[in-house]
């Protein structure tokens, strides 16, 4: 059962008008021929934008495909024949609201067609449109909301995997922004709760870890809008659903987090502390129950259990911390004075990697359990630094050992040079 | 005691011919007589390399697999294996530096001419031979720096006319650096390269002593005007003092060895990107620098291969000195070769430095 009215329309149109798969064409453009000179540039820069790189036209689709009209003639008004018989495709002009979603819909969200061009691209964009908040606005008469040719452009479309696309992963959130951070158009929505809808969330991203690993880090698997949100079938995640969205990367966290106290207290899952279009660089000063460790917000007293455990996490991370910093410290300098220790820097990256489990342990909110992880922790990093003691009695052996030996030397050299101011004493004599 | 086992060895042997030749072997005194000691040190140096890499062969087993956890092991489980791979390391590059100082004031003093000739080429290929030595020692820890170092340094050979293919796969035995290579470093490095330089030493020493010690022209000039010749006797009193700079050079390898130890590095990855700032050891700097300055062609020939041509012509040129500098073999004043070497010294330096600091 379908939902939306213009859902049928897209569905109608792709089925008995998708287009055969286009071939490049030699024949005269009309279209492209007049539109680039005319003066009004609404109307002559779709023709010129067209020429450039768009994988439309590199595939070999024209004007027509989606604009209609007949190519083959010059004459302004047969080319622009609305009824269709001056063409084999009727003119349709500039295609807007549900048209678009139509419009792209013919070719893609025809398998058989796709598949000739892109066999692995899915062709349920539509679909998922339909289910978006967008989608939604639009079936209800919303003509304000983003279409297909908002976020890909409608000439010049490159694919998603070129870098200067506005939909590449480095250019998403400013491709949402483009609505999103502009308060007058966004005035007149509201949040499920009747407040107005924010436009801070592209300078909150801008702040966090996941849009400096991004764009600084180069790293393109990490998170931007769509990564959350969806991107056709984009809304924003519901509050039991925010631990699943983040758990999508953050496994191990997201299954801590499942069997926590905090799983049934917290609203708002993962965001609770660490927000969520600014999420922050994570810091073991969010533990604790003062300063500004975040389980204060909740926790505080002597008699707050939540707060002991908080406490007690924190100490034990920390301690775990400055026994492997001084060690590494120690290492450092015994390797640096010729000492070799490539055993001890794996066992110490073992007790480096305890501190990651515990803070991993950590989000289970259970202290007994990051206890064991780092007394383990605490373990190797004991035994690494007696050995980095050793390390450190033998180089102090070693320079007793030169310091005798050089003196050895130096008795030698001395006595050398007594016995040959002799012999050449004597040679003079 | 001393006396004692002489005279038993001179009962059977009959030591009166080099009984003779000790008292009466004399070393020249002049203000130019501190450079002969640097052959002395020289083949002190190689004697320490001698002692400390028959140590590391104990140990050490030659293959891509075992090569580099070999020499960890000598360097944290062998007792004192630590000292004596660092002064394997850093007596190999005093050896060189100081057999490089031997060369060059051998060239300005202009000791090859007539009638040391054979003397000076000796001396020539036993310089080859060491950096031949310090070429092939470099790969044998297998590490990262030294595999793509002698990648390099072996893709230079195949530079060479006519037979670089053929040098660069007998080097590396294959098209690639791999097990093979060090294998074969390995049998040079501890055989072939130590057998030559044996025969070349005793060669080098024996025309030394047949010969005596060269004086500089000028002073020669005025002992043949009838000016006598002061002399020192070669035992003891030259050879006490050789053995002061020996020690000199132990304590200063001993300091070395302890204060900057020789870095293991990672083990070699050949599947691994080459790192940044791969260079070769600091005496092949200067060649290395210079073939990377070179244009990538020279009119219609290859830059790299117009250096290399280059260095085999000047190394040729070394060799055959004495028997081009025809002046300095009657005696007579050369400025062209002074000229020569002193340019050569002002190139290495610069080049190795500039080399040194480029990234």
Redesign the interface.
Known sequence: MLQNSWLLVVLALAVTAAPAAAQPSSEPNSCATCHASLPDQRLSTPAKTFTGPDIHREKGFQCIDCHGGNPATADKAKSHDFSGRESAMAFRGKPTGATIIATCARCHSDAELMRTYAPKQRVDQATEYATSVHGKRLDAGDRNVATCASCHGAHGIRLVSDAKSPVFPTNVAATCARCHADAKRMADYKLPDGSPLPTHQLADYQKSVHYTALTKGNDLSAPTCNDCHGNHGAVPPGVGAIANVCGTCHAVFAQKFEGSVHQQIFDKGCVECHGNHAVLKPSDEMLGATGHAICATCHSGSDDKGAAGAEKMRGGIEHLKASVDRTGALLARIKN????V??DELALREARTKLTLARTEMHAANPPAVDAVLSDGEKIAAAVETSGQRGLGELSY??RG?GV??GA??I??VG??L??RQ??RR?HR | MLQTAMNWLDERLDLTDIKAFVKEKGVPLHTQEVWYYLGGLTLFLFAVQIFTGILLLLYYRPSAAEAYESV?FI??KVPFG??IR?IHSWSANLLIAVAFAHFFSVFLLKSYRKPRELTWVSGMLLLFLMLGFGFSGYLLPWNELSFFATKVGTGIAGAVPVVGHFMLRLLRGGDDVTGATLSRFYGLHVAVLPAIATALVGLHLLFVQRQGMSVPMKIERRVNAGEPLRE??FF??YI??D??AW??A??LL??LA?FY?WE?GTKADPFAAVPPGIRPEWYFLAMFHTLKLLPSHIWIFEGERVGVIAFGLAAAFLVFVPFLDRKASRGERSPVFTIAAVAGLVYLVVFTIIGHVAK
């Open positions: 004075a010729g000492i070799e490539s055993d070693r320079r030169l030996s050089l030397i130096l030698v050299i050398l040079a016995k040959l012999i050449d040679s | 960890q360097v944290t630590w000292l660092n020192m006797p003891p009193n006490l003092r053995v002061l020690y000199v132990l304590a001993a300091a302890l130890p293991l």
